[in-house]
């Protein structure tokens, strides 16, 4: 038992980028147990996909045709078979949204510890997994017990699989029991008259504005320098700017020339949506605040002392 | 219905802080309610004051301290709480498993129709309790719910998933299920002081393994933190010194090289 399984991902007919960086990450565990590593893709153009994910290190790929879209049922079903099937140490699955809608509950059901969000993994005797706590304010080592796990990997963290691989592709069988949760479609957000996608340069406000009232400050600096407004999760949730207006992991993906972010920490999921900009700029007051790690330039302070200074520079 | 939310109370650091071992010294964290939470305890109050919920009914894991946290979930509308804690709880790391034979436990005593939790706890992050929990009752389930509209006489919970990059998947869950409410789904309200008054009255019942019907073994751990440390900062930033009007001065000329707002 040193084999290990990967599950591809993929949304309306294209794989998901995290599927070879999971690949990436499985291969790593594999050669750490001496194992093959076997990677399942579950539903939509299989056929395709099993072309798509025989990249270098692959070494079995098993198709599973049943249905079109993700489906925690199908995939729970299908991961627990063929994970018992190839007698599978470990299951490496992207800590995703879909991810996590059906990894916890595999493990459960394959009766075997379950570790989220990983940025890094040692096999030695056993399983240490790299993760963060507390607001990625500090990193911990994990120690696993048993030889068995379900494993989610944070995006980001390991390069995405490449080349040509010489993995054998079979149809595999798998019972799949009747759903009680039905996807029954799928809807765009955050249309709306601005695409912040577009933009040269966006001033991006995070929860260190504070008060609602506050945002006509950031919006000022916006017009003294000519850019668009954008935000972090946090002022969207409050409704204080419409959902169009959120950078992130589950808003838009931007990528302008500069990037100033303005009372935003830089949490992970933040990063994800503009660590592309060719030049980012941060003001916060935190000198910890993870911003600054991504940041070309930074200044420590108080946005509310800081941003009025830079308008009247523009003004 | 009755609608069970798992509430957490959770730590989070100061500015500063300094670690012992492989924790956040005691004194530089602050406790609260789990942000995710704040949202689910206002999915189930919206519920309970729409009618379709006749009960809610909030579930916490953690020492007498987290009572102060279960209180504001009191007081911005749930019933009643439960709150679960044991010595053979108490030092460890205590990984998905062991959460959910508590939860079990409660939910086997309380017969939900509905469990509501956020979607992940805002000091650990795993966000697979819930799912877990799900599979181990038998209770169908979604995560990363930011809509929620149950229709009780049908028995289904009609949600949209948040997926990645402004894409919302569109479900229908049948109950009874588990839901992991993500934060926007709602605007959480400010307990009132009627609420706050009202909260001091309601019951917080406390029980122990053995009143759940567990032992130490079934909240045995297969998780341990080894370390704990401060990640090495990555940055190759140009921090720009001096008060808000040097630093400001500075910034603006490295916008105006960039040609922003020239």
């Known amino acids: 038992m040193a084999d290990v399984l990967v599950a591809a991902e993929h949304r309306r007919g294209a794989l998901r980028d995290v599927t070879y960086e999971a690949i990436t990450a499985g291969r790593e565990l594999a050669d750490a147990r001496g194992g093959d590593l076997h990677v399942a893709v579950v539903g939509g153009d299989v056929e395709g996909f099993a072309e798509d994910v025989n990249r270098e290190g692959v070494d079995a790929i098993h198709a599973v045709d049943d249905g079109e879209e993700f489906d925690h049922n199908a995939y729970q079903a299908a991961v ?22 059906y990894a916890p509950a595999l493990a459960e059901d394959l009766g075997v510890p379950v570790v989220t969000d990983a940025v890094g993994i040692e096999y030695d005797d056993g399983l240490t997994v790299t993760r963060e706590m507390y607001g990625s304010k500090v990193e911990t080592t994990v120690d ?11 995006g980001g963290e390991w390069p995405p699989a490449e080349g040509v691989g010489d993995a054998t592709v079979e149809a595999a069988d798998v019972d799949i029991p009747e759903s009680g949760a039905r996807v029954t479609g799928f809807e765009e957000v955050g249309g709306g008259d601005v695409d912040i996608a577009d933009a040269d340069v966006l001033v991006s406000v995070g929860r260190g504005i504070e008060e609602e009232e506050n945002l006509e400050l950031v919006e000022e600096l916006a017009d003294a320098l000519g850019a668009t407004l954008s935000a972090s999760r946090p002022i969207v949730d409050n409704g204080w700017l419409p959902k169009n207006r959120q950078v992130g992991q589950s808003g838009k993906v931007v990528t302008p020339d500069v990037y100033i972010a303005v009372g935003i920490s830089g949490a992970v999921q933040h990063v994800a949506g503009m660590k592309g900009s060719d030049t980012i700029i941060a003001i916060n007051t935190d000198p910890n605040a993870p911003i600054f790690d991504i940041a070309d330039y930074g200044i420590v302070g108080d946005l509310f002392d800081v941003v009025p200074e830079l308008i009247d520079e523009f003004a | 219905m009755k609608v069970l939310v798992t ?39 919206q519920l ?6 006749d009960e809610v009914v909030t579930v916490t894991v953690g020492p007498e301290r987290a009572e102060e946290t279960i209180r504001m979930a009191l007081a911005k509308g749930a019933d009643r709480a439960v709150r679960v804690w044991d010595e053979a709880l108490d030092g460890g790391f205590a990984d998905v498993a062991s959460k959910v034979a508590l939860f079990e436990a409660v939910v086997d005593e309380e017969e939900p129709d ?11 992050g795993f966000g697979a309790t819930g799912v877990a929990l799900a599979e181990r009752i038998g209770f169908e389930h979604a995560a990363v719910v930011n809509h929620l509209d149950v229709d009780a006489d049908a028995g289904v919970a009609h949600v949209h998933r948040e997926l990645e990059g402004g894409v919302e998947e569109l479900t229908d869950v049948d109950l009874p299920a588990v839901l992991t409410v993500q934060t926007g789904i709602n605007e959480p309200r400010y307990a009132s002081l009627r609420g706050i008054r009202q909260a001091q009255r309601k019951e917080i ?27 090495e900062s990555e940055s190759d930033a140009e921090i720009i010194e001096g008060d808000a009007g040097e630093s400001a001065g500075r910034l603006a000329e490295v916008l105006r090289d960039k040609g922003v707002g020239a």
């Open chain 1, 80 to 101: 627990s078979t063929l994970a018992d099937r190839i007698d599978a140490s470990a299951v490496v699955l992207p800590n995703s949204v879909n991810g996590l809608d």
């Open chain 1, 144 to 154: 696993v017990a048993g030889d068995r796990f379900v494993l989610t990997v944070r």
């Open chain 2, 7 to 45: 509430v957490k109370e959770v730590a989070e650091a100061d500015d500063d802080f300094a670690i012992e071992g492989t924790d956040i010294a005691e004194s530089d964290l602050e406790y609260d309610l789990n942000e995710w939470d704040d949202y689910a305890v206002e999915a189930a109050v």
């Open chain 2, 48 to 53: 309970a004051e729409a009618g379709i919920a």
């Open chain 2, 114 to 124: 509905l469990v509501l939790g956020g979607v992940q706890a805002a000091d650990t």
């Open chain 2, 205 to 231: 019942a406390a029980k122990d393994l053995s009143d759940l019907g567990l032992t130490a073994d079934d909240v045995e751990s297969a998780l341990t933190i080894t370390e704990m440390y401060e990640p």
